[in-house]
């Protein structure tokens, strides 16, 4: 599944527009590797995402085309999150 549409599905970004946008910027890493609006994600894929000052690593669990809103939270696991300039 392309990157922007699983932020969007997993509603970690509310829009699609919006998740290509951050990743075309450099913000988001899928396993270490900066990754593009295109990049593919698979699941057990850690990514981290830079949203202002914080960064916040997941854990991809699972792939779906649709999910209902309540169920979103499912499609990951939040490992870390952190302020930007914090160091481990």
């Known amino acids: 599944m392309r990157l922007d549409k699983f932020l969007k599905i997993s509603r970690l970004i509310k829009r699609r527009t919006m998740a290509k946008e951050v990743a075309d910027q450099g913000r988001i ?42 169920e979103a939270g499912t499609l990951y696991t939040v490992l870390k999150e952190k302020q930007a300039g914090e160091k481990k």
């Open 29 to 70: 890493t899928i396993n270490g590797i900066k990754a593009k609006a295109s990049s593919a994600v698979t699941k057990g894929d850690e990514l981290v995402i830079k949203f202002g000052q914080k960064l916040v690593t997941i854990q991809v669990n699972d792939l779906r085309e649709t999910v209902k809103k309540d």
